[in-house]
């Protein structure tokens, strides 16, 4: 019964070094998402996928790629590192896009120094 | 942009307080409403969806209410247990995504 988990739970980056999020669900979901949370600030939303091979655009999709090869999982890569990435992000998935819950992950803590 | 206020901030209540937590958006041609529960370094739980044809929801002690209208719903918690302190989100669907208020912080004091 794991839902949407995360890999890995923390990391901490050099600026200038890359790395990617792992996002699996087991839930048969077409509909994945990446947020990140700041302080004193809503969850936004990075990047979006409305099923395999599918992605888009969310709010702040500047210095992060991502890639949904599988249906189960959506990756989420940060090329070059930098500080303003420093945050909590979470991975959410839904069955469909406007009649179903989300579900979300138990977040990333990332450090970008 | 959908944007979404959340008030209070915080609330601090003893235990077996009945409260209302209140949440407010400015685009209201949503397709629902999701309200969240997110523990200290934790990821969020999923309390209620409402849907924009609905009025209102419930599950045991929560009940949430929308007025897609006037662009505000509320999550009323009855008889509050130290269990219900965390931070309540709620996140409209707008277009292709949830948007988010910054949260309530509950603190229930046994």
């Known amino acids: 019964n794991a839902g949407v988990t995360q890999t890995p739970k923390f990391r901490v980056l050099k600026t200038g070094q890359s790395m990617t999020l792992l996002c699996a669900q087991d839930m048969n979901h077409e509909y994945m998402y990446w947020y990140r949370q700041d302080p004193g600030m809503g969850l936004r939303l990075i990047h979006y996928s409305v099923g395999e091979g599918t992605t888009a655009k969310g709010e702040v999709p500047d210095g992060y790629n991502v890639s949904r090869l599988k249906k189960q999982n959506f990756l989420l890569g940060l090329e070059s590192a930098a500080p303003s990435q420093t945050s909590v992000y979470f991975c959410?998935?839904?069955?469909?896009?406007?009649?179903?819950?989300?579900?979300f992950g138990q977040g990333t803590r990332l450090t970008v120094v | 942009k959908q944007e979404v206020t959340q008030i209070p901030a915080a609330l601090s209540v003893p235990e077996g307080e009945n409260l209302v937590l209140n949440c407010s958006f400015t685009?209201?041609?949503?397709?629902?409403l999701q309200w969240f529960r997110q523990d200290p370094g934790k990821g969020l739980t999923s309390l209620l969806l409402i849907q924009s044809s609905q009025r209102e929801q419930t599950s045991g002690r929560l009940n949430a209410s929308l007025d897609k209208s006037s662009g505000r719903s509320t999550l009323y918690i009855a008889a509050s247990q130290p269990g219900d302190s965390a931070t309540y989100l709620c996140a409209p669907h707008t277009g292709n995504q949830f948007y988010f208020g910054t949260g309530t912080s509950l603190t229930v004091i046994p």
């Open positions: 959410a998935s839904s069955a469909t896009l406007r009649l179903t819950e989300a579900f």
């Open positions: 685009d209201s041609a949503i397709y629902n």
